[in-house]
């Protein structure tokens, strides 16, 4: 699996009330005008479905499609189709077989969110493979968002999960041969650590989002990224489009780099602008160390756009569209002179 190459470095919108009834009887018209406009240029769009995801992952991507094109919607898609990474073992970085925090521990984080807005998250999950299905299990069956560490498992198991060591021979050998050290060395696309991210548009041109990972490989125990927390790491918003962020988790969240690239895509950007603008907010900060570490976003608007950039060569997105499973190199910022 050519993927997930990232660095390991420890590092409502308000509601306005109408008054009276001919302002409200206004707003029903427009309301119903704009929903007759939006139904039509869903109608006019071409190539959906369609399907994204951070890195090299077609089989992923193969089996959201698979779930669209048999009369699923985008959320199941995306549910479905990063269970497949979920239990590659050898991805070393998703589910069960992920890279453990310096104690051995190997803890997942994981969002999904929905074209209503609803979202659900786990953090600090162990002992249960498939992270993003629990994250829906949250989002529909609870009053709640998060849920995290032995409370997330606990739900878990009385949702009917059962519990298994994640911690494959593989990813112990691993772990072991990095304590001889123990050290934190920033090494661009070297560390095999990283998340699988997934957008979807179904065929009525409704988004969903899903973000599932193992974290940051060998972290301080209780680490957690982006990838769980909504706006950082995923948002979706139906009305305009979504994105998801991968790499290191810190530096999205100081920017809820996800939430950023929508509303910019608000306010007019293509998906590409919005992914290349949100990483020069990042680059640009004072003190930027950004030479060190990867961040990079995929995006996809309500017209079936999409977009993808990274801070560093070595990133790219899989994308599935009018029968097509492919892998694209994502441009980015940081030239070699």
């Known amino acids: 699996m050519k993927r997930r190459k990232f660095i390991k470095n420890a590092s409502l919108t308000g509601v306005g009330l109408a008054v009276g009834a001919t ?3 206004c707003e029903d018209k427009n309301s119903k005008a704009g929903t007759k406009e939006n139904k039509e240029a869903i109608a006019n769009l071409q190539g959906l479905p369609l399907v994204i995801a951070t890195w090299h992952v077609k089989e992923a991507t193969a089996k959201a499609m698979e779930v669209l094109q048999s009369g699923g919607n985008a959320l199941d898609a995306v549910e479905q189709g990063c269970r497949v990474e979920e239990a590659n073992e050898k991805g070393q970085s998703v589910g069960k077989g992920g890279l453990p925090d310096r104690d051995g521990n190997v803890t997942l984080d994981a969002c999904i969110m929905d074209k209503n807005g609803n979202c659900g998250s786990v953090v600090y999950l162990q002992n249960i493979t498939h992270a ?5 299990k949250v989002m ?4 709640h968002v998060m849920l995290a ?8 198991i009385s949702k009917g999960f059962q519990p298994e060591n994640l911690l494959t021979e593989a990813s112990k050998k691993a772990w072991e041969k990095w304590k001889v050290e123990a050290k934190y060395k920033p090494i661009i696309n070297i560390e095999n650590h990283d998340t699988i991210g997934m957008l979807a548009m179904d065929k009525n041109g409704d988004i969903s989002g899903a973000c599932t990972t193992s974290g940051l490989a060998y972290k301080m125990g209780g680490r957690v990224g982006d990838s769980p927390i909504i706006g950082s790491g995923l948002f979706v918003d139906n ?5 998801v962020a991968t790499g290191l988790g810190e530096e999205v969240v100081k920017t809820v780099g996800s939430f950023l690239v929508v509303e910019l895509m608000r306010q007019g950007k293509s998906p590409q602008e919005a992914c290349e603008e949100a990483i020069n907010r990042i680059v640009s900060k004072p003190n930027s160390n950004y030479k060190d570490f990867q961040v ?4 996809i608007n309500k017209k079936g756009e999409t977009g993808h950039y990274s801070i560093h060569e070595g990133f790219s997105m899989t ?6 499973n492919e892998q694209l190199m994502s441009d980015f910022y940081h030239k070699s002179s």
């Open 23 to 25: 302002i409200t009887s």
């Open 132 to 136: 993003v299905s629990v994250a829906r």
């Open 140 to 143: 529909e069956d609870t009053p």
């Open 149 to 156: 560490g032995e409370g997330a498992k606990q739900f878990a």
């Open 239 to 243: 009305e305009v489009g979504a994105c």
């Open 296 to 299: 990079g976003y995929i995006a």
């Open 319 to 324: 994308k599935f569209q009018d029968g097509n």
